[in-house]
């Protein structure tokens, strides 16, 4: 695993073994992780979305503490995959960076507690699995607008995003300051080093 330029996010591409019979690659080892990031994953929920072309998903992020991270591939098609600084504070605040995840890399990303997450289905049945480090909790759930003019997200020119109601309804990252719904990046910090 190797960082990406955003703190607490990294990025892994492993071997694949082909065949005959087909492939295999082992996607998530926890020492490998462990060894990486400089902490355990606690496993909490595992998701899968399959998406058409031009879905567009996220901007989502939740509350910290305890916030949720997240160990993110695509099993099926390809998607661009992007991790945002949401943190108020932190050094990258409103920076983005983008790692196109498919069926043939195997490419995995993991974004630690208060970053937000998105991704664009390239291919129709764009099918991505993710490892939740915490349950789903409308309570503390949030979302930023993917489309936010701010942001600049270099999103894919020869699609058009598909949002659902509630992605295409969120406050801008602007927005979501003045309300006081972002992380703080102090707090994700201090949560981040107490599950050392």
């Given at each position: 695993m190797r960082?990406?330029?955003?703190?607490?996010?990294?990025?892994?591409?492993?071997?694949?073994?082909?065949d005959?019979?087909?492939r295999f690659?082992?996607w998530?080892?926890k020492?490998?992780?462990?060894?990486s990031?400089?902490?355990?994953?606690?496993?909490a929920?595992?998701?899968?979305?399959?998406?058409?072309?031009?879905?567009?998903?996220?901007?989502?992020?939740?509350?910290?503490?305890?916030?949720?991270a997240k160990?993110?591939?695509?099993?099926?098609?390809?998607?661009l995959d992007?991790?945002?600084?949401?943190r108020?504070?932190?050094?990258?605040?409103?920076?983005w960076?983008?790692?196109?995840?498919?069926?043939?890399?195997h490419?995995?990303?993991?974004?630690?507690e208060?970053l937000?997450?998105?991704?664009?289905?390239?291919?129709?049945?764009?099918?991505v699995?993710?490892?939740?480090?915490?349950?789903?909790?409308?309570?503390?759930?949030?979302g930023?607008?993917?489309l936010d003019?701010?942001?600049?997200?270099?999103w894919?020119?020869d699609l058009?995003?598909?949002?659902?109601?509630?992605?295409?309804?969120a406050?801008?990252?602007?927005?979501a300051?003045?309300?006081?719904?972002l992380?703080?990046?102090e707090?994700c910090a201090?949560?981040?080093?107490?599950?050392?």
């Amino acid at each position: 695993m190797r960082p990406l330029g955003i703190e607490g996010a990294w990025v892994d591409t492993p071997r694949v073994f082909t065949d005959d019979r087909g492939r295999f690659h082992e996607w998530f080892k926890k020492g490998v992780f462990r060894d990486s990031v400089g902490q355990g994953f606690s496993l909490a929920q595992a998701n899968c979305s399959r998406s058409t072309r031009g879905t567009l998903r996220g901007i989502h992020y939740a509350a910290v503490p305890p916030g949720q991270a997240k160990y993110v591939t695509c099993v099926g098609g390809a998607v661009l995959d992007v991790v945002v600084d949401l943190r108020v504070g932190s050094p990258g605040f409103g920076t983005w960076e983008a790692v196109r995840l498919d069926d043939a890399t195997h490419t995995c990303v993991y974004l630690s507690e208060g970053l937000g997450h998105a991704f664009m289905a390239l291919e129709d049945d764009s099918t991505v699995v993710y490892l939740c480090s915490e349950g789903y909790a409308p309570e503390r759930e949030y979302g930023i607008d993917p489309l936010d003019p701010a942001l600049a997200i270099d999103w894919p020119e020869d699609l058009v995003p598909r949002l659902s109601g509630k992605d295409a309804a969120a406050p801008t990252l602007q927005e979501a300051g003045r309300q006081g719904l972002l992380p703080c990046y102090e707090k994700c910090a201090a949560y981040r080093k107490s599950l050392e």
